[in-house]
């Protein structure tokens, strides 16, 4: 795997020395989880999450 970051309209990628000249990659954004611009969840996201997180079941020791 690799990362990269977009700068200038472009990517800054970062490959492993052993990846041989040519190779093909395919690149998707990650995404953020936060749907508007706002940076703030919901309370409709909040609500769906903590709904989400009392359904997992506590790891035993």
């Known amino acids: 795997m690799i990362k990269a970051t977009v700068k200038d309209g472009g990517l800054e990628v970062e490959v ?3 990846w041989p000249e ?9 995404a953020t989880g936060i749907q508007d611009d706002s940076g703030m969840m919901s ?3 909040i609500a769906r999450t903590i709904a989400a997180m009392d ?5 035993p020791k």
């Open 55 to 59: 359904l997992v079941e506590p790891k």
């Open 16 to 18: 492993p020395a052993d």
């Open 22 to 30: 040519g190779t093909e990659v395919e690149v998707c954004p990650l």
């Open 43 to 45: 309370g409709e996201e």
